[in-house]
């Protein structure tokens, strides 16, 4: 770490760490992410890691799966007093060698991977985050594709499917398609995560498998068209969500959230438009677009059920 980097990563912590001293981050209260630190303090995403590793080195934050680093709640809170540094455990207190478990491993690849993103999941980064040596790992999960399997597996377990699903084809599948976006959304990382082309063994997913082709086949499809058809509505929604990711990427390295990226690239479209060649686009963007990632998605998966009705003994929608 240069010195300037090294003097901004100092300064960062300890602004952290006077806001859980004071107060101002109470226990349980989500500290800023590594995202959020690379745009409030300009800094590089390694920064960023840096910076919360540290934190959770001195005791102060732990990682909590699905939500985040979060404060931790001291033993002994003393008021004013700063917390003792602890031995490097990493954000899953308990997690030594000798307490090593594949359900803390999946866990903490899981809040690395939510936190700064698939590319920053490697067997080194998860057993930094735990505290343990990077082949303890290696006792319970086989190579980084096994942990990724373990860890797709565990979020979309996580939330089920209901026990019963609606009576329509077209509610469930609806219903199916809409959850599996929620999870995308939740966690960027799963749709480039998932391969169409070399799909991994996910038990918790076959649940969705088993909805969309009971209920094609029961109004109509045979079983290797309704596959198709689900193959079809999978990749279209993990298509539209390995946006996610990219987009995370790209505004943790220029510092700039879709919006003020649109902005700054006006000036060279409005240049282009100025020829007169392009009158629709024009007219649009006099107009103004809202880009909504959600409504793309409804529309497209609204217009995907359509076409399927046909095949059908129930009506299209539209």
Known sequence: MSGQAGARYGQIVGELRRRIETGELAPGDRVPSTREITRQWGVAMATATKVLTELRREGLVRAVPGVGTVVETPSRP??????????????????????????????????????????????????????????????????????????????????????????????????????????????????????????????????????????????????????????????????????????????????LDGEEWMDAQEPALLAVLASGRFPSVSRLTEAGYDFDLDALFEFGLQRLLDGLAPLLDEPSAG
Request: hydrophobic share 50%.
């Open 78 to 255: 003393v008021r004013g007093a700063r917390p003792a540094a602890v031995p490097r455990t990493g954000g899953l207190s308990g997690a030594g060698p000798a307490g090593l478990t594949l359900g803390r491993i999946v866990a903490a690849a899981v809040v690395v991977a939510d936190e700064e993103g698939l590319a920053a999941v490697s067997m080194r980064r998860v057993a930094a985050e735990l505290g343990v040596a990077t082949m303890s790992l290696y006792r319970h999960v086989a190579d980084k594709d096994d942990l990724l399997t373990r860890m797709m597996d565990v979020v979309i377990g996580a939330d089920p499917l209901p026990a019963d699903p609606p009576a329509g084809w077209r509610d469930t599948v609806e219903l199916a398609a809409r959850r599996l976006w929620g999870l995308f959304r939740r966690h960027a990382w799963l749709a480039p995560a998932m391969s169409m082309t070399r799909p991994q063994v996910i038990a918790s997913a076959l649940p969705y498998s088993e909805w969309i082709l009971s209920a094609l086949h029961a109004h109509g499809l045979d079983l290797h068209t309704a596959f198709t058809a689900h193959l079809t509505l999978l990749n279209y929604a993990r298509g539209m969500a390995v946006n996610l990711e990219s987009e995370r990427e790209a505004e943790a390295h220029s510092g």
